[in-house]
């Protein structure tokens, strides 16, 4: 056994005893499914950040930026940041209010609708299946690489690790541990960036021989590598991908269940505004480090193969051992809470959504563990069996939530005329022209352009239906009275709790002023300076881009600011 191996076996075991040790204080399912509704801020932010940056996020973004997309994808990140904004002041807020148990139960007392409840059930059990497909898969494949292990033997490894951990822990464990893993993963992305740039001769060294690097021109500039051969044949076609996919991203954090759902464990709602902040900091910096490290990785080794094991080609050969063993590491947490997480949602949703019954809860708890049992052996078989397509298959799984409950959650707050009829259609329409466009793309010699992406379609057409069928209709005063309760404002909006969450975007000011400045003076003046071409940095693309990167978190924390306090004083 390799030292990689011993240590991520002994990562996996902490996870189970953690997971074992809050098992044992489970008595309820308010326990089980929103870890009692007393989470703190950071426990948010933890799983808010380790849920989504799951393996592709390591694996094929960062495969992505070494290969010379770097820029796009940081702009990409930009939209998909912004997504935790308005998800967590227009809809988190006040799913936070409604104390339901899942998102789809929040749907069917919104619309007072068993088939929404049900259908909304229905796209988590397909839409997270896959999604844990994918991750099984890619975390597999990071244990196989380090530890030289059979792939399918790491298959096996690892759903066994993510299975056992959540049957038992439930929310409370996931949370918990989710909030280890972001931690850990984050701080070693901080050390990892030095050892790579030390490795290529300092900061301005590596930025200026990026700057003219010849087997990829253009790696850093603010439109990465395009061309006739390229994915991109033009700057401005790379820019429209980056921009259009980051918006339609920022509604699948907006609105997915593996994001909003954390919302409900929140002590209060200002812990939903409060880490929805915070969410959005972290991503924007680790994405901005990690993507730009990816790419400097090519000074060290120009020929890594396939692209997507860059980051476990420098855990291996450029740090430290140590270090490397928790990169490694931090990467399988990332994916593990991930997988625990489309795991506990996929078994809470079953049991609570699609086939709902009044029992006590020991029996629901038994409900709900043989139902996780049930699809994580469906996924383990899969896995075995089918070829790997982890990057197809993540990129159906979520964008599927944005076009099927994208429209209705935000209406569900904010429209008084939708009508339970026109919500329901909403998620079945957007739900299924998704999955057509995306299988047409996929199966067939037809390539959508960007702005035809399945994720763009489906929320078209989800909208469309939402307000052609609430025309011919108008909402019942009982759900006018559901949504009007939403709108009162909690017991516990007192002005000392408004003042703490409005420090929250005054830091996001701070650290965009902060990001901004170091962009400046880190890369865009280094770059031209290599070019030779100091003389229209104010004018260049790169310039923009380092104003423009944290120039969306400076404008995000004002924006949570106005927001919040007129909410608070008109509610």
């Known amino acids: 056994m390799n030292i990689f191996l011993l240590f991520l076996t002994m990562s996996m075991l902490v996870y189970l005893f953690v997971g074992w040790y809050v098992g044992r204080k489970i008595k309820s399912l308010d326990d089980y499914y929103v870890a009692g509704r007393n989470s703190p801020t950071l426990l948010i932010i933890g799983t808010l950040v380790a849920s989504f940056m799951s393996t592709n996020a390591f694996i094929g973004e960062l ?12 702009i990409m990140t930009a939209g ?3 997504g935790y904004i308005v998800g967590g002041l227009f809809f988190g807020k006040y799913l936070r ?6 998102v789809p139960e929040f749907f069917g007392a919104r619309f007072n609708s068993p088939r929404i409840q049900r259908f909304a059930g229905i796209t988590i059990l397909v839409g997270l299946t896959c999604y844990l497909l994918a991750v099984t898969w890619g975390v597999a494949l990071i244990v196989s690489e380090v530890g030289q292990l059979n792939y399918s033997i790491s298959i096996v490894f690892v759903w066994l690790g993510y299975t056992l951990f959540t049957l038992y822990s439930g929310s409370k464990g996931v949370i918990l541990t989710d909030t280890i893993m972001f931690l850990i993963f984050s701080l070693v992305a901080l050390v990892g960036i030095s050892f790579i740039i030390n490795s290529s001769g300092g900061w301005f060294e590596t930025i200026q021989q990026l700057a003219v690097y010849e087997d990829k021109p253009n790696i850093i500039s603010w439109h990465g590598v395009v061309g006739p051969n ?50 959005c900091i972290a991503m924007f910096l680790l994405y901005l480090i990690n993507n730009y490290s990816a790419a400097a990785a090519n000074l060290i080794n120009p020929d890594i193969t396939p692209p997507e094991s860059v980051i476990i080609w420098i855990a291996v ?9 928790l990169l490694v590491c931090g990467i399988l947490a990332a994916g593990l809470s991930s997988a625990s997480t489309f795991l506990s949602l996929i078994g809470f949703s079953a049991t609570n959504d699609i086939m709902p019954k009044d029992s006590s809860t020991e029996v629901k708890l038994k409900q709900t563990r043989i139902t996780m049992i049930c699809v994580s052996l469906l996924v383990v078989t899969l896995c075995l069996t089918l070829p790997s397509n982890i990057f197809w298959i993540t990129y159906f799984a979520g964008p599927v939530f944005a076009s099927s409950w994208g429209a209705v959650a935000f209406m569900s707050i904010w429209s008084k005329n939708i009508t339970e009829s026109a919500a329901f259609w909403g998620m079945v329409s957007g739900f299924f022209s998704n999955i057509t466009a995306s299988l047409i793309d996929y199966l067939t010699n037809i390539d959508l352009p960007v702005y035809l992406d399945p994720i763009l379609i489906g929320i078209i057409v989800s909208l469309i239906t939402l307000l052609s069928l609430s025309r011919k209709g108008s909402g019942s005063d009982k759900l006018s009275n559901y949504r009007n309760k939403l709108h009162e404002n909690a017991p516990e ?27 400046i003076l880190f890369y865009a003046m280094p770059y031209h300076e290599a070019m030779g071409t100091s003389h229209m940095l104010l004018t260049s693309g790169e310039f923009i881009l380092s104003l423009g990167y944290g120039l969306v978190l400076i404008l995000g924390g004002i924006f949570v600011e106005v927001v919040t306090r007129y909410q608070n004083n008109n509610t």
């Not at 259009?244 to 920022?250: C, E, F, H, K």
């Not at 050969?317 to 063993?325: E, H, S």
């Not at 701070?510 to 990001?515: A, C, K, Q």
């Open 97 to 102: 209010r409604s104390r339901a148990l899942t």
């Open 80 to 82: 998909n940041c912004l």
């Open 493 to 519: 909006l007192i002005l000392k709790e408004v003042a703490r969450t409005l420090v929250w975007p005054k830091i996001m000011v701070i650290i965009g002023f902060v990001t901004s400045s170091s962009l």
């Open 230 to 279: 390229m994915t991109w044949k033009t700057p401005i076609e790379g820019l429209i991908w980056a921009l259009i996919l980051g918006l339609a991203w920022g509604l699948v954090v907006a609105v997915s269940p593996w994001q909003t759902s954390r919302y409900l464990m929140a002590k209060d709602e200002h812990i939903v505004i409060r880490s929805a902040c915070g969410a």
């Open 317 to 325: 050969n450029v740090m430290p051992t140590l270090l490397g063993v």
């Open 63 to 74: 495969g992505m930026s070494y290969s010379g997309h770097a820029p796009l994808i940081v």
